[in-house]
């Protein structure tokens, strides 16, 4: 994973037919609570953004507000420039151009999926909206179960339906609220992979709300990394992965290591309980308190640590054999760290080892406490 | 009570649709406090003032009138109050009624509770007929029951005592049974309010999850023990709530203890209320007092009933795996059980109906079997009355008006509270349940101040608009259920299809609210076509429905007569409802009651 991976085509160079979106210090309270806090963040036409955070960071909730479900409390939301939520302002939800996909489907149990999908589409004659109807169906792979009800299908192909439903109307913003998270494991991937692809054919600004971050590693262009109401980080997926801002982008999103050390003057080099820790980037924070980051994939053991910026000696208290690799815990002085290393690997549980990070694998953020 | 806290809805039953049930994220369900109340809510509001606030109020306005409403001699006077709060006149008839009613409450919460337990844990023989003849009573006339039981069990003449005398021997005066007396009149409100209590504490036992009780037989507690050790604690607030239910019913319920006369030193109060409004000299100020004493302890067991609802939600044990508790086998005991649902089913429906339709075929009200020649000349020359052709409109009118419109302003109702929220909402809802702590003569008394000077006073349509207030809350109470069961994604998907609320409701909500609006519906029509509290304060000669002539005949000692029209009327109720299970396809069994 440490690999670099070609980037994804920016969203400008897609064919893009959706519209901006902005949202400007958004706040939203229910009575004496706020869910919301004030965030900022903008999209371009055509581009995937997702709201990642755990449950109860307000993801689900800024949604909502977006698709005009829940009133905001302070802030605007424009739509290519035009607000439609702001100070004494609240377009409808039907009239904002928007359509969304919703965690539970939300496929009407009393229509077809025809009608299901065909729904929305208004001041259209009746044979143009049924090819649109077909067209869309044929899209998702579900023409021939156009006569069928909601109920008689399967949760992945209510999915679909849900799906088509959205796209059909053809919105200027596609919602997205937990899409794939009441699917079983193995057909989650293979929707994802569907989703996407679909995004990319028709060329919706999405917005994405999940809770998995590989979800939103893997779909999106950017990623609002939400906590408590407030925007914790907003970046594409790999420099989230590689340069966390805080603490908790840094454990929320893949296995971290964490190592909390205090900089020294050049700023690239802190040390803990005799440990040192060297980064090539240097820390640009305030104070000296400082928490060193790197991925366990990025721990070298044995030989393979000899002459990196970081090396360190370190007890092996555990080792797993996962399949695909082995899982080391080892004891530095400074707590615990987890290393993935290849399953040929010599280690030995009890015995003492070389461990090694590269500086270039290895980040700094403020110390939490 | 509010609906939201109303026990025994059984989660993904009732409103039969199969929508998936899926976790609310946080924050869906809390209040949108800031938004101003919808219009909706605002005309709703107003509705229910006019429906359920202006008659309840009326009721105290006229407690402190001096004459009758509409008299031109009439001013403010607190002679009414004193005679009944504090002259001690009624003392006696207010100590009795609240006996009567807390033993009534007792029993059927005794009698309920174990047939629940019967039907939903033993494998009593027969089950499915049992738990229809075990609801039945909720959908057939009280007052037609309590006629029935006085042809068949009156000291004197009625048919157990007349044909027992010759087939056992006995003298012409012996009396072997006597529905007349306090314990004759608890014993028929028995038959109807056992069911009430029967559904409230078997829709807890359905819910209760039944590892709880493997649990004790795990740890060595045979059934006995565990029936008393876990089953009877855990359905305590279930018993409770049932209790002050039913005790509410009891207190303010008229139709039974004045058609079996009640030969003892006090009548009900609610007997009381109907005398003063009615029987020359009337003094309606006085029923109108006598209304709010009747009132004060309803709200009192209304409140109570709220409260037990609510410590309910801490008993909930719903788990996520739909295990059907393991029947146990009682060999000889689930015979004795089924012995004994099918001596109530004996009692509450067969036997006062085979009496209705033998009675109405004799046409000199002969009770001797021996003597009884059938013929149809009696009904031919009721039905030939112009009263009854009359009657048959207005039993129709209101069998087809009320329903629909109570379905209608509680489908709003429901809306409000359970979608919107906000203050006007609480209100709304309190509002919209609050008739429930009114009895029904008690309401009619407020009505009839309230319309008397209109020009639609005596009409049907007074008794409409009493009837529509007074089953509000089942209105909504239905509507609701349906609706917390409706995940409001699927709304909001309209919402995001560019539908406006309009559209959504009609082409989302309502098609999926449809089978517990045809429930209520039927239910509705049920009480809406048997229904003698209000209608006998309420209508005038023109606007008698069957019910209140069936009473009348009752009043004139024209047994036979009053059981024709009572038939009457059973062949409606029963029309309408085979009309709803069969055509609309009502579903009406205990799981959405």
Redesign the interface.
Known sequence: MSQTIANPPAPSVRQAQGASLSVENLRIKYGETEAVKGISFSIEPGEFLTLLGPSGCGKTTTLRCIAGLEPASGGTISIDGVPVAGPGRHVQPERRGINMVFQSYAVWPHMTVAKNVGYGLKGLSKSDAASRVEEVLELVGLAKFAKRYGTELSGGQQQRVALARAIVTRPKILLFDEPLSNLDAGLREQMRFELLQLQRAVGITSVYVTHDQTEAMSMSDRVVLMRDGVIEQLDVPREIYRRPASEFAATFIGRANLIRATLDASGTRATADGVAVVSEDRYDGEGDRVTAVFRSENVLLGAAAANLENRWSAAVTRVMFLGRNLDVTLALPTGSIRAEVPIDTPVVEGASVEVGVRARDVHFVAADD | MTMLDLPGVPVGEAGG????A?AV???RR??????PPSALAVVIFILLLGLVAGPTIMVFVGALQSEAPGLPNNHFSWDAVYRVYLSGQFYGSLLGTLGVAVVTAALSVVFGGVAAWFLTRVAVPLRKLWEFGLILPLFLSPFVGALAWLLLAAPNSGMINVNLRWMLNLPQDAVLVDVMTLPGVIFVMLLFYVPYAYLFISAALRNMDPSLEEASSMNGRGTFLTALRVTLPMMRPAIVASFFFVAVLATGVFVIPAVLGLNTSFSPLAVEVYRAMTVFPADPPTGAALGTLLFWFTLAGVYLYRRSVKNAGRYVTLSARATRPRLIRLPVGRWVAAAFFAIYFLLAAVLPYLTLVLMSLTPFAITDLRKVELSFAGIVQVWKRPDVATAFGNTIVLGLVVPTVVVLIGLGIAYVVVRERGRLGAIIDYLGTFPIAVPGIVFATGILWLYVRTPIYATVFVLVIALVGAYMPQGARFASAGLIQI?R??E?????????KLRMLF??TF??LRPSLLSAWTLLFVFATREVNEAVILSGPKSRPLSVLAWNYVEQGSLQQAAVVGLFLTVVMAVGMLFARFVLRAKLDSSNL
């Open positions: 649709t199969a929508t998936q899926v994220p946080p924050g809390r209040g949108k406090g800031l938004r995940d994604s699927l909001e998907a309209a919402r995001m299809n560019g539908a406006g082409t989302v098609p999926l």
